[in-house]
Every structure is written in C-alpha cells, then in structure tokens.
C-alpha cells in the first residue's frame, strides 16, 4: 500500500544513542535517550523516556528561556538541572549537506 502515500522524505542513517539516568540538585530524575545523527544541523534528539517527550535540542534551544521548561513540562529549578546537563552534551551546531 506504499502507492498510497506521497513521501517526502525516506532515508535511512546509522546513529548514536546515548542513555543516561540521574538525579540533578532539585533531586528530580531524568531518564534521557540523547541521539547523534547527521540531520537537524548537528543538533540532539532528546528523548525524557518517562514522558516520552522528544525534542531537537542545540546550543541556540538551550540559550532560549523557558524552553526546556515548555518542551519536558518542568518546573525552573528541574529545567536549570536538565539545562547543566545538556551543556555538557549539546555541541556546536554545523551545517552540513551528508
């Protein structure tokens, strides 16, 4: 039944995913699917495997207040955690066309 879709786009991609669980100061838990791939520019898809929730995070997402908070549903405190963290595993952005 594949005719009876107009697609857009259809690719497949080797990437890099990431797990990682902690507890930051607000003493609020994060389980965290971080993946690496070649689309969105360099940015990180980041999945809350609690919620479900996911969102293509780079350093401009980061910069941008009360993202995270609207993005995962936290409160301010739980956010600045979260925000910590991503520092450390959101990269620069580049632009490339592989």
Known sequence: MAEDFDFLSDSNEETTTR???????????FDLAITTTNRF???KLV?????????????????????????????????????S??????GAIHFSDT
């Open 19 to 29: 797990y990682v669980c902690f507890i930051g100061p607000s003493m609020h838990r």
């Open 41 to 43: 520019y360099g940015k």
């Open 47 to 83: 999945t809350d495997l609690q919620s479900g929730v996911t969102a293509i995070i780079g350093p401009d997402d980061l910069d941008e207040e009360g993202y995270l908070e609207h993005v995962f549903r936290l409160n301010e405190e739980q956010a600045e955690d979260l925000h």
């Open 85 to 90: 963290f991503l520092l450390q595993v959101v």
